[in-house]
């Protein structure tokens, strides 16, 4: 049930907040699912507008996907919809809606999904920390504003609250000696988060549901985009009594600690940490053929430069099918502004079964999280370098002036979306169908 509510966001003795929710609980209530299992959620509107779920980065059924005008008529206030689909892998997927996207997520409308697996995963705890990023006023309510059109073309609407689960969290409590599952979904609209986790060495288990090769980040840095999800194996190896930060320092000069791991006294469970890795199940998944893949390009293009000007948006302006003004961005040339759009011609159409070579090359200034609706990628090259793990995701992370590489098989028939998850920056025109026939 989506219906509007209150919620004391900033903790104890802090104003509550007007907020939008999923069952009066901000963020909603954690879905859990079976993999292989039919499942089947009913959705109650009672917003005052018209709203959808969509459950990103499960492949289901493209009728189920969520998307407005695209996949399923928009929920009305006062009506519901009955979504139904079987997940095939098992991991940590989120929900949110796909109508009038950046303020109902930024008033609060999100949860995550765990998938569980068919078998048990040998740790002590299994912990989620869905982090998301307010933009409150001195007085604690959220700030009006959604859909500002210079931000839109710039870093999208990077608030100045994170929560963990929905509330500032000032400390998480340890056991010294456990094995932790953590997993973390990044729920914010536009905010890239870094994370370092002081006196600790996590390792990545999975990125957005998909189990790969456990490593540990690049400098020992997660670096989570907007609506992506990576679950870390934690060994809690320091002190009892101690308290260690985890630290998000992804934008120069505005490093801040999302919550501390605050070590109870007690001494630790176990004197080592176990020899083996944690290693989770691959999910079933078709291995494209790069031999025979079909590839194709999206360029991303449009947004603010450095000086302040428009650039990048010569022969884009032709292109835009009538949408007329607050499109920013553009894939290949076109905008498709909002949420969803019945009756689009899609940008590419995939014969079914097939193995495609997507490029996606980034020409804008500016990051974006590329989502794609329906499949998981595998990444396979970032600027002409081998991915050393080659990892399925759903959402890649791509830095101003990025070429990537993905490809997947288009086993799952529909329209589907494919989209930059800065809400803003899909609002304003970051946003195209991908056909699967
Ligand atoms: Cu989570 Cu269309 O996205
Ligand atoms: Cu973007």
Known sequence: MAAPTRARLAGEGHPETDVWAYNNTVPGPIVRLRQGEPARIIVENHLDQDTTVHWHG???????????????????????????????????????????????????LAGAIIVEERETVPVDRDLLWLLADWRLTSGGEIASGFGNRMEAAMSGRVGNTVTLSGQVSEEEPIRAGERIRLRLVNG????????????HRPVIVAIDGQPCDP???????I???????????????????RRYRVIDDFYDGLSYWV??????????????PPDAPLSLLRNPLAEPDLANADRHELTLQGGMMGGGAMTGMGGMM???????????WAINGMSMTGDGHAGME????????????LVLRNETAWWHPMHFHGHSFRVLSRNGV???????????????????????VADNPGDWMLHCHVIDHQMAGMMTVLRVA
């Open 215 to 221: 490593h540990e980040p690049e400098g020992g840095r």
């Open 259 to 272: 919550t501390q791991l605050a070590y109870g006294e007690k001494p630790p469970i176990r004197e080592h």
């Open 223 to 241: 670096l989570l985009g907007p609506a992506m999800r990576i679950d870390v194996a934690l060994d809690m190896q320091g002190e009892p009594g």
């Open 386 to 408: 081998r991915v050393p793990h080659r990892q399925w995701q759903d959402t890649v992370l791509m830095a101003p002036r990025d070429a990537v590489e993905v490809a997947f």
């Open 346 to 357: 899609p940008a590419l159409t995939f014969q079914r079964g097939h193995s495609v070579v």
């Open 188 to 199: 914010s609209l536009a905010r890239v988060m870094a994370l370092r986790f002081e006196g």
């Open 318 to 328: 032709g292109g835009m099918m009538g949408m007329g003004g607050g499109a920013a």
């Open 58 to 108: 499960i492949r289901l059924p493209n009728a189920m996907d969520g998307v407005p005008g695209l996949t399923q008529p928009p929920i009305k206030p006062g009506e519901s919809f009955t979504y139904e689909f079987t997940p095939p892998d098992a991991g940590t997927f989120w929900y949110h809606p796909h109508a009038n996207s950046l303020e109902q997520l930024g008033r609060g």
